[in-house]
């Protein structure tokens, strides 16, 4: 009888420590989902209710697009100069609450400067320079945010392209509501994101309370499940094994030959020969798409003004794709354990490879030969260019979801994220921004050169007696020089010079 309490006693232990795990799972999706939200809402409103942000920055018409190529150019640098300082930081001290909760307050006290300067008598400056200083901490803050919030890194991609339409609802709402006001529908954009912002942190904060009290609690019953162990003899050791895997959220059960080929002590090389295919996969999709999106699909093919609908579709596109990537992990629960080896499981992903490479030659086929049938398909005829365009990214998309969930699946050590598995995370976030970078200025620099070697249906290009890969070693090393000479040209000058006029104007 004694023995069958005792065994009660640790079933209801057992099941108190997996319910404590699931509503710390609960609390940790809800703070990643709220810091997911508030983190790009600056960069979101800038770009969206850009001709409202202009005129209450009062930049000259004039200026505007000058303004902006600064504004995003300088923007990408701070971000990009963040991005490897904070990935030293996190080779010497891995991701860990306290510097990201540093970073979570800074960005806070940024948020509020945004709010305060768009009042200032010469606003375009002060704004400028808060908005680079933004980026720089968003750049700080990402780095450790990631590996934080590895286990639910489909509600963060979900929560910032939702995040990102909600903005775009709310602009064409305000548009409506407020006309002819663009200082009152910047104002009310900045309120939101402040509170918002302010929710974000307060849950943060939240979120570390409770999971504090809750790490105390599990401690204790721990200590006291171990004294039971060593005076229960063997059923005391059943009971341990339940409170490891509900605290862990792994099932040993289910533990398989590949489940184990990581252990504890497993060195920083094993780990990234255990992620190589979905660490393939982020630095694939996300690079990709940023080369073709939105200079080559579709200002290649379509007027940049006629191009708004398709750019406001590719959002819900966006956000319906990794909704529906959700929906696959709540039902297919064993993607965020370890994949098996390649290519099944998770690695099936890499299907979607398909339809990007088959994307390739249709456009630069269409691009290098205007006249030819493809060219004339989709050339100014917005319904080809829509479905190409939304093939390819939607398959990007897929790709680079897929290649964060299973950088975080892979890595995992008995369902926890050894000092490791964080580097290797934060190394896979900062490789994927970095190329994405590099890929978006090689695709400006490509259109470029296509636009002062193509002229009408003949091709100009000294390339005639090339081979082909002669022909490609010239477009890539155009596109790259290229590249260079625009990302130059965006810091001539002073950013002081080009709204200075205005101030002029207005005294």
Not at 227 to 256: E, H, K, M, Y
Request: proline share 4%; net charge positive; glycine share 6%.
């Amino acid at each position: 009888m004694s023995q069958q309490q005792t065994e009660g006693q640790n079933g209801s232990t057992g099941q108190q420590a997996q319910e404590k795990a699931n509503l710390s799972s609960c609390i940790d999706v809800i703070t990643a989902v709220m810091m997911a939200v508030c983190l790009y809402l600056p960069d979101q409103i800038s770009t969206i209710a850009f001709s409202d942000l202009i005129e209450t920055l009062r930049v000259p018409y004039r200026n505007t697009e000058v303004y902006m190529a600064k504004l995003v150019g300088i923007k990408a640098m701070a971000n990009f100069i963040a991005a490897p300082v904070m990935l030293m930081v996190n080779l010497v001290i891995p991701a860990n609450k306290w510097l990201a909760t540093a970073f979570v307050c800074v960005m806070m006290a940024v948020r509020m400067c945004l709010l305060l300067v768009h009042l200032l008598p010469r606003p375009a400056i002060c704004f400028y320079q808060v908005l680079v200083l933004q980026s720089f901490v968003r750049g700080l803050f990402e780095n450790h945010f990631y590996p934080l919030a590895a286990d639910h890194i489909t509600w963060v991609l979900l929560s910032y392209k939702g995040s990102k339409v909600l903005v775009l609802l709310v602009q064409l709402i305000l548009e409506y509501a407020i006309v002819d006001n663009s200082i009152r529908i910047i104002q009310f954009h900045l309120m939101v994101m402040l509170i918002v912002t302010t929710v974000s942190v307060g849950v943060w904060f939240g979120c570390y309370v409770v999971k504090s009290n809750d790490e105390q609690s599990l401690q204790s019953q721990a200590s006291l499940e171990s004294g039971a162990s060593r005076s229960g003899g063997g059923s005391g050791g059943d009971a341990s094994t339940t409170l490891s895997a509900g605290t862990s959220n792994s099932n040993p059960s289910v533990a398989s030959p590949d489940n184990l080929a990581l252990h504890e002590n497993s060195t920083f090389v094993d780990i990234v020969c255990a992620v190589w295919s979905p660490m393939l996969m982020c630095l694939f999709g996300t690079p990709q798409k940023q080369f073709y999106t939105p200079w080559i699909l579709p200002y290649g093919f379509i007027e940049r003004r006629k191009c708004e609908t398709l750019n406001i579709i590719l959002m819900f596109m966006g956000l319906s794709v990794t909704t529906f990537i959700n929906a696959i992990l709540v039902f297919c629960r064993h993607l965020k354990n370890r994949w098996t080896r390649f290519p099944f499981q998770g690695h099936l992903a890499w299907l979607f490879l398909i339809p990007c490479i088959s994307c390739m030659p249709i456009i630069f086929t269409a691009l290098h030969m205007p006249g030819s049938w493809i060219g004339k398909q989709l050339h100014n005829n917005r319904t080809n260019v829509a479905m190409l365009y939304y093939v390819l990214i939607g398959s990007t998309i897929v790709l680079d979801n897929m290649g964060f969930i299973g950088v975080a699946a892979c890595s995992k050590v008995n369902g926890k994220y050894t000092v490791n598995a964080k580097r290797v995370m934060a190394i896979a976030a900062f490789l994927n921004r970095m190329l994405a970078s590099i890929t978006y200025r090689i695709g400006i620099g490509y259109m470029l050169v296509l636009r002062e070697y193509v002229d009408g249906p003949n091709n100009s290009a000294p390339t005639e007696e090339l081979t082909f890969m002669e022909k490609v070693v010239f477009w890539s090393s155009q596109s790259m020089k290229y590249a260079k000479k625009d990302l130059i040209d965006e810091f001539k000058g002073n950013i002081k010079e080009v709204v200075k006029q205005n101030y002029m104007a207005t005294k």
